[in-house]
């Protein structure tokens, strides 16, 4: 059986979270064939964020997150289950409008 | 101390001012009760005596406009938020509906003076500004103020009258009647959009100041008291409420977001949150990154152009080291305003208001600029001279691109190097603008009379809508934005309604007629228009009441279910339903859309938005890749939802006969007897 391989993914967290100013980021490996949904249920612990649990909370604010995917814009959770590849990057922004 | 209250008073004055500056004369209004029921106060005010004292037509910067100052008709009344006043006239910028809003202390001196609202006609041949107080008003001498900046004036004028005196003034902006001057107080807040600093700069109208000490009575003060006493505990209590729940409680709330069959969104606690904490500076970083803001003149993609890393730079937490205390604007609990010191850098400043979101970005991301002591500093110039920082940001990115594709040499810009990010060359270019020299006197009206004066194609630069630089919202990350950019009788502004601040608001809470916004928005949901013009429309009526009360949009974003309706009823001792409000604020909002009819404008047509805002041809890359809005089905589904013809843009006679605007219908229907 030839081994698993990995990916990289760069995973990235910005915004306003339960009132806090949250900027986290760093690289996660997830299995290949990783999706999105993957990715975001082990980049708390990866990252070492896990007591904080940013990734999971910013999808309970109740503001849609802008989720961009190399910096195209995706939308979640309709696109929960796409395939990652190698060197990805993903950025989850918490963003409200106002002067 | 203010003296008492009027007893017999029901929220407003009943008096509004007229000062004629080619006479030097001042005469009064009394309006009876149905006045004010019918357009409450505010901006409501200013639609109406501009509808029926102006006459289509005139000249912006002529004696001809009319430019009004009007308090809100629930300022200094006991509800919260209600320290706004608006201005009022015809923008010099767009030839229409201008009116422009600021906060501070000026709007509760005014009424305390006596008014509800007043009224500049003619030009005066020497500058002059007016003094008034519950005991007249008289126009003055202002030969030593002209020339001064904002604050020195405003620092002058307070000397002179005593620390109650709130002074309302222009800058050298609006001296030299630059179309992007605003008008300031309270050491440089501004009322900043539609030009109107240049209507009073013609009028040679330097400054207002109010030192009244009557106050207003109203009808029910009790009612009054208790309604903002449980607004405030609400705004409170959710604190409370967090402190002990925490990630519980919101996490059980997005749980039911997601999964749930009940819309149970929180975000305006969240912003309520954020908004105390860091002011509307705590957008700038996220809103670059995730395509709510507009990158490198409408042409970038914040996520490769001006990455977190260059963003946070000039972010929340970067402001925020520099705040020596936080403020609050008049009968305000949540207290968004921070004043800064800057001690280090090449610009030090000792008071300075923290710069806006808007400031930070149309003098940073827009420009790729990220150096943060260069915005203090341009915001520090922009406040002293009373210019809108939206449209001179604008304008330098227009400049910047113009250079960086041949059009303007370095001889155009007397050796100024002005490229992205520039930061030595913005700030050099933004003082030219502000003193109108060399290039600067070229660029001082805007965008669009720039390119139109440079030509050679330059106008691919110039993004604007109507003539009105537009502000710091992409409406390819939110369309609501664009359908109000284009529709709105003032146009290009991100303050009146949007999907996400339609979010904010929970305008189902308040009125029968409105829908909840839907919790989750797929792109083709998000993109589509036909469904979303009442709801939009609505959105607009409410800002008009809002303004109508004299009170700031923010409060009603945070949660706690402002008590709009209820503090309107218990100030004037009316019964009135939310429906019937809602009537108020359509009528006022129709007011505003007429004024733009008789001068000849149709949105639609006039206002258009700049192909880069709706993305033609459609970006390559970031989060707003390949979208291309479509202004026309914007416009089809707001006009349809507030009964305007397409082509011609008028409101339909039966709606006008509705909101019982039978004096609308004899200028804009002139060969048909009304209801035909």
Same mark, same amino acid.
């Given at each position: 059986m030839p081994p698993r391989s990995n990916i990289r993914i760069t995973a990235r967290v910005v915004g306003h979270i339960d009132g806090e100013s949250v900027n986290a980021s760093g690289v996660v490996e997830l299995n290949a064939g990783g999706t999105i949904r993957d990715l975001l249920k082990q980049a708390d612990r990866a990252l070492g964020v896990k007591k904080q649990k940013p990734f999971k909370r910013a999808f309970r604010q109740g503001v849609r997150p802008v989720v961009l995917l190399n910096g195209d814009r995706i939308e979640l959770p309709e696109e929960n289950d796409r395939v990652l590849s190698d060197g990805d990057e993903v950025s989850i922004i918490l963003t409200l409008a106002g002067g | 101390m203010a003296s008492s209250? *009027?007893?017999?008073?029901?929220?407003?004055?009943g008096k509004i001012l007229f000062a004629d500056l080619d006479s030097g004369t001042i005469s009064y209004e009394e309006p009876n009760e149905d006045f004010y029921r019918t357009v409450l106060g505010g901006v409501g005010i200013g639609a109406k005596v501009l509808w029926d004292h102006m006459k289509p037509?005139?000249?912006?910067?002529?004696?001809e406009n009319l430019l009004g100052f009007t308090t809100g008709l %629930?300022?200094?009344?006991?509800?919260?938020?209600?320290g706004r006043f608006t201005v009022v006239g015809k923008s010099p910028q767009t030839g229409g509906w201008g009116d422009a809003n600021c906060g501070g202390y000026f709007s509760p001196a005014l009424k305390r003076s006596g008014v509800d609202a007043l009224f500049f006609r003619g030009e005066s041949h020497e500058p002059v500004y007016l003094y008034l107080d519950e005991k007249g008003a008289e126009l003055r001498d202002a030969a030593d103020l002209w020339g001064k900046d904002t604050i020195e004036t405003e620092r002058t004028l307070r000397e002179r009258h005593g620390k109650r005196a709130q002074v309302a003034c222009i800058g050298p902006a609006g001296e030299k009647r630059s179309y992007m001057a605003g008008i300031c107080n309270d050491g440089g807040r501004i009322a900043a959009r539609s030009g109107l600093g240049a209507v009073m700069g013609s009028k040679k109208l330097k400054a207002l100041v109010a030192a009244g000490r009557m106050r207003v009575g109203v009808s029910d003060r009790e009612r009054i008291t208790a309604l903002s006493q449980a607004f405030r505990r609400r705004l409170e209590g959710g604190k409370g409420f967090k402190r002990v729940l925490g990630d519980r409680l919101f996490g059980f709330v997005g749980w039911l977001t997601r999964?749930?069959?009940?819309?149970?969104?929180?975000p305006a606690d969240l912003f309520r949150l954020m908004m105390s904490k860091y002011?509307?500076? #705590?957008m700038t970083a996220m809103s670059a990154e995730s395509g709510d803001s507009p990158v490198k003149n409408w042409a970038g993609a914040g996520y490769t152009d001006f990455p977190l890393t260059r963003s946070q730079k000039i972010g929340a937490e970067a402001v925020a080291r520099y705040e020596t205390r936080k403020y609050g604007c008049? #009968?305000?609990?949540?207290?968004?305003g921070a004043a800064l010191r800057v001690t280090d850098g090449p610009y030090p400043i000792e008071k300075m208001h923290r710069p806006e979101y808007e400031t930070l970005c149309a003098l940073g991301t827009l420009l790729l600029n990220d150096d943060l002591h260069a915005i203090f500093h341009l915001n520090d110039l922009l406040n002293r001279a009373g210019m809108d920082s939206i449209s001179c940001g604008a304008t330098v990115a227009f400049a910047i691109e113009c250079f960086e594709n041949g059009i303007l040499s370095k001889a155009d810009t007397d050796? %100024?190097?002005?490229?992205?990010?520039n930061s030595d060359a913005i700030i050099d270019l933004a003082e030219k603008i502000i003193r109108r020299e060399g290039l600067g006197d070229l660029l001082a009206d805007g965008v669009k009379i720039a390119s139109q004066k440079i030509g050679r194609g330059s106008d691919a630069f110039a993004v604007h809508c109507g003539g009105m630089e537009p502000p710091m919202h992409d409406p390819k990350f939110d369309p609501g934005f664009g359908m109000a950019y284009l529709?709105?009788?003032?146009? #290009?502004?991100?303050?009146? #309604?949007s999907y996400m601040l339609l979010d904010l608001e929970r305008l189902e809470r308040h009125f029968k007629r409105a829908r909840k916004t839907p919790a989750f928005m797929t792109p083709k949901e998000r993109y589509r228009y036909d469904n979303k013009g009442e709801a939009m429309a609505l959105g607009s009526f409410f800002r008009m009441l809002v303004d109508c009360g004299g009170l700031c949009v923010f409060g009603t974003q945070?949660?706690?279910?402002?008590p709009l309706i209820q503090w309107f009823n218990a100030a004037t001792g009316w019964d009135l339903s939310d429906d019937e409000y809602l009537v108020i604020g359509e009528r006022v909002e129709q007011l505003r859309h007429a004024f733009n009819l008789r001068e000849g404008i149709n949105p639609v047509r006039d206002f258009r938005l700049h192909p880069r805002i709706i993305g *033609?041809?459609? %970006?390559?890359?970031?989060?707003?890749?390949g979208v291309t809005l479509d202004p026309d089905a914007m416009a089809q589904a707001f006009y349809a939802a507030m009964g305007?013809? %397409?082509?011609?843009g008028k409101p339909e006679p039966a709606r006008l006969e509705r909101l019982g605007l039978n004096d609308l219908l004899s200028v804009l229907y002139p060969r048909h007897g009304p209801g035909e």
């Open positions: - | 209250r *009027n007893v017999q008073g029901r929220g407003y004055m037509g005139a000249d912006p910067m002529g004696p %629930l300022t200094d009344t006991g509800a919260l938020f209600a999964k749930g069959p009940f819309y149970t969104r929180q002011g509307t500076a #705590s008049f #009968s305000c609990p949540l207290r968004c050796g %100024l190097e002005l490229r992205w990010g529709c709105e009788p003032a146009p #290009s502004r991100h303050m009146v #309604s945070i949660g706690g279910d402002m *033609n041809p459609p %970006l390559g890359k970031g989060p707003a890749k305007w013809d %397409l082509a011609t």
